[in-house]
């Protein structure tokens, strides 16, 4: 009798074992089959050629993606665009790939939510170590992941034909395309999408909420933590960045004909390990080195942006609802690569980033001169006053932006606008245990992540507080997903979540409780706005050769 029951048991696990097969889905390519996730709660569907580049595509937007016959397999999501890593580089060139989540429940039509992932256009992939679909897929939304190609690969910059710049977006447009195209074959609505990222993923959502060849493709947005009109948003320099990659190849040129030249022959993996230092100027930068940029409009060529984002919004903005987002020690994220020496030297620079542009030398120095004293008092920037530091960073690089520019949208827009500030502190803050800061009250730049997705990095839920949260920002977020608001009136949250208008940004703030309030950090923000409003550059100059 116990063996029997041993037996069984063991029949039992050995099932679990054994991917047990998703229904066959057949999409313009072709037929596919997926996988039953573990728990046997969604369908899965990974590793999806989307699109397709090669090496002699290098730096250019994405080619058609590959049909087949027969059935493909779509189990693997063992695939990343190539990045550097503790084991030098990973990924493979051919690296386009989708993931699409879908409920087991049978369901005509689902909402459609389509993340883009951060990682400073360096690192990262769609995959499951970090975004986990289950907490999302179990509110009945239909959830995509994707990888687009990061660094040299994604975003070298030359302002020639052979290399345009912004191929990274144009993946991510091309993921947008293919979604509408083929997602009502496995059950979703391809007229109700809801585009959302964090950190890069955030900024790269807001150029396409800018970008003209993005019409139609999404209906909502969140942005967390990310926006692109923030000074780390764009290169202004990409001639000048894609030279420094050259000399660290062992080339001094500067002309973009010879720097492709070098750029399309050499080896992917030698590109994506050159990590040159990019000198700091009078206005401190990040030592970003490829990220978007502003295109020359070339004949043949879609380009991505035309203008500055600044300018895009400004002009004109698609009429939809967007939810902007900070935490509210985003700052943290950028002090462990701080050390005496380089805050030193970033004292003795000016604290603005290259994005202002001021009429003398003068106004500018006598300006920075004040913003410091508003923030450290008579001292030097240092590690003494860490705070003030955190707070510097915090509101210069993502808190203010993301205020500035939602309100261009709000009075652009008859869309609904919302605001967030989280500031949960629990045992899913993971970026901020990873960064050695875990003890730091509040909640870090990304520090949401792990309560919208179940990465396989942190499966721990620690606390009822987090189990709790993770209920409370799902559903706010498929709430959006299926109805444009977070907290439709038949819900079961504890607050309703008032959107903002032209003269009244209103906030829900995230705790261990959830509340609405008022703009936080009001007098930094009116600090900067000030001076953006009088010194932002706004014209799209960069060091393209005409």
Request: with cysteine.
């Amino acid at each position: 009798m116990k063996s029997g029951k041993r037996l069984v048991l063991f029949t039992l696990f050995v099932m679990n074992l054994v991917e047990q097969p998703a229904p066959e889905v057949r999409i313009e390519q072709g037929k596919l089959s997926g996988k039953v996730s573990a728990d046997g709660s969604f369908f899965e569907y990974l590793g999806i050629p989307y699109a397709s580049t090669n090496s002699s595509t290098r730096f250019q937007a994405p080619l058609s993606p590959p049909s087949w016959e027969g059935i493909y397999r779509a189990v693997d999501e063992n695939y990343q665009c190539p990045q550097p890593s503790f084991a030098g580089v990973i990924g493979t060139e051919d690296c386009l790939k989708i993931n699409v989540y879908v409920p087991i429940k049978n369901q005509k039509q689902y909402p459609v939510m389509v993340y883009i992932h951060g990682g400073t256009y360096i690192i990262g992939n769609g995959g499951k170590l970090l975004y986990g679909p289950d907490f999302l897929v179990k509110k009945n939304v239909i959830l995509v992941t994707f990888n687009y190609r990061l660094g040299a690969l994604g975003f070298l910059c030359l302002g020639i034909k052979e290399a345009p710049g912004n191929a990274g977006l144009k993946d991510q447009i091309a993921a947008l395309r293919w979604v509408k195209k083929n997602i009502a074959a496995f059950g979703g609505d391809p007229d109700n999408v809801t585009l959302f990222g964090l950190s890069a993923g955030a900024t790269s959502v807001s150029m396409l909420i800018a970008s003209d060849a993005t019409k139609g493709l999404f209906q909502r947005a969140i942005l967390q933590s990310g926006v692109s009109t923030s000074s780390w948003a764009l290169n202004r320099q990409p001639l000048f960045t894609a030279s420094l990659v050259a000399k660290e190849l062992g080339y001094e040129t500067s002309d973009p004909k010879e720097m492709y030249n070098i750029f399309s022959k050499i080896s992917y993996r030698d590109l994506v390990a050159a990590k040159p230092k990019k000198p700091i100027g009078k206005y401190f930068d990040f030592q970003l080195i490829h990220y978007p940029c502003i295109e020359n409009v070339i004949e043949g060529e879609e380009a991505v942006l035309t203008d500055l984002p600044y300018n895009l919004f400004k002009k004109n903005s698609k009429n939809i609802s967007v939810i902007y987002g900070t935490t509210s020690k985003e700052g943290v994220i950028l002090l462990p690569d701080e050390t005496e020496d380089t805050l030193k030297e970033r004292d003795s620079k000016y604290i603005f980033a290259p994005d202002l542009k001021f009429p003398t030398e003068d106004v500018a120095a006598n300006l920075s001169s004040a913003v410091k004293q508003y923030y450290f008092g008579p001292k030097n920037i240092s590690f003494e006053d860490y705070n003030a530091l955190l707070d510097l960073n915090t509101h210069l690089y993502f808190e203010v932006p993301s205020l500035l520019e939602s309100e261009i949208v709000i009075n652009k827009t008859s869309a609904p606008i919302y605001h967030y500030y989280f500031n949960y502190s629990g045992g899913r803050n993971f970026l901020k245990y990873v960064a050695g800061y875990g003890n730091e009250p509040g909640a870090c730049h990304g520090d949401e992540i792990m309560y919208l997705f179940n990465g396989q990095v942190w499966p721990f839920i620690v606390s009822k507080n987090d189990r709790k949260l993770i209920d409370w920002m799902t559903r706010m977020w498929t709430n959006f997903a299926k109805y444009g608001d977070p907290t439709p009136t038949a819900n079961d949250l504890p607050v309703r979540w008032n959107p903002s208008s032209k003269d009244n940004m209103t906030f829900l703030y995230i705790d261990a409780e959830l509340k609405m309030g008022p703009i936080p950090n009001p007098d930094p923000y009116r600090l900067w706005k000030g001076i953006y409003n009088k010194y932002r550059k706004t014209n799209k100059v960069n060091d393209f050769r005409r």
